[in-house]
T-cell receptor
């Protein structure tokens, strides 16, 4: 079972920041927070991941709370092409199941003009 | 220059047939995976291969078998297809422990 909880859907106006929350209250010390998205009819796309520090790349920013029990993915200037299902996943770095991404239901983000 | 490519994109077949889905990655990754996305859109891992060795095998029927002729390929063979096998199958690859997975665009399998 997925160890994360996300709202089922969110709307965002084009050009505005999209803030997608995720709860992972049972996260372990060796587990990273990963974000993927799936645009309709495509494979999941990696966005960003982090352990405890905030992270930023060309796609998004990841803000992880100090207690690591929740995080927020930020798309700074959402476009229509960002409409997708966004998955928050906790994943252990080491161990036999380290590649076992467990996908939950995700958040369906709709970016509107 | 597609990183992870799967063929075919669509596969329609009858119950009882045997079929294969091919996957190739040109990223130089050492681990490859197969995921299944069912009609409810849940993505679940089926297999992964690391250096030609199976390291994850979830509770998948033995009618499904992964075959890896080399590091760049992980093909999925399915015997005696059933209606419940209808789904989208995604191949993925990663380099080493803990690195992000790169997914292909999926193969939609329909069993009639």
């Amino acid at each position: 079972d997925a160890k994360t909880t996300q709202p089922p859907s969110m709307d965002c106006a084009e050009g505005r920041a999209a803030n997608l929350p995720c709860n992972h209250s049972t996260i372990s010390g060796n587990e990273y927070v990963y974000w993927y998205r799936q645009i309709h009819s495509q494979g999941p796309q990696y966005i960003i991941h982090g352990l405890k520090n905030n992270e930023t790349n060309e796609m998004a920013s990841l803000i992880i709370t100090e207690d690591r029990k929740s995080s927020t993915l930020i798309l700074p200037h959402a476009t229509l092409r960002d409409t997708a299902v966004y998955y928050c996943i906790v994943r252990p770095l080491y161990g036999g199941t380290q590649g076992n991404l467990i996908f939950g239901k995700g958040t369906k983000l709709s970016v509107k003009p | 220059d597609t990183a992870v490519s799967q063929t075919p994109k669509y596969l329609v077949t009858q119950m009882g047939n045997d079929k294969s889905i091919k996957c190739e990655q040109n990223l130089g990754h050492d681990t490859m995976y197969w995921y299944k996305q069912d009609s409810k859109k849940f993505l679940k891992i089926m297999f992964s291969y690391n250096n030609k060795e199976l390291i994850i095998n979830e509770t998948v029927p033995n009618r499904f078998s992964p075959k890896s002729p080399d590091k760049a390929h992980l093909n999925l063979h399915i015997n005696s297809l059933e209606l419940g096998d209808s789904a989208v199958y995604f191949c993925a690859s990663s380099q080493g422990r803990g690195s992000p997975l790169h997914f292909g665009n999926g193969t939609r399998l329909t069993v009639t």
